[in-house]
């Protein structure tokens, strides 16, 4: 079965708000909610969370890409890895640590580049931004 299911960029700025426009549009009705990082992201995309079931086909339509783009951009990004700094299991820190000096400078990819890059990992997935 295909569902189609459209993220607005223009309903949230932060990547903390992002999941709340996941969570209203792909795990609607769940009496709890998803955690606000990239692999749980990834597994409600896997299905069975929400809308859709891990075999249904699901096309993602992504209006207002462009403003996300901008607000899940290098600022964003930078604050979500000094957020993950703060919180991450001491034998990760040096990875994140990397990973935020490079952020700083503008190397690398942005969480909207990631969570893009997320969602085409999913053969049964198709991303149309708008």
Known sequence: MEKTITLDGNRFSTF???F????????????????????????VLCGGFGIHDCDDYLVIKWINSHKSHNDL???ETIKYLENKLQSCDLSNRQNVTKDLELAQQHIGKTLYEIIVAIIKSHDSIKLIEL
Do not use: P, S
């Open 73 to 75: 951009g290098w600022n």
């Open 16 to 18: 903390e708000t992002f």
């Open 20 to 43: 709340n426009e996941v969570e209203d549009k792909l795990t609607q009705n769940l009496e709890w909610k998803i955690g606000r990082n990239l692999d749980a992201f990834d597994d």
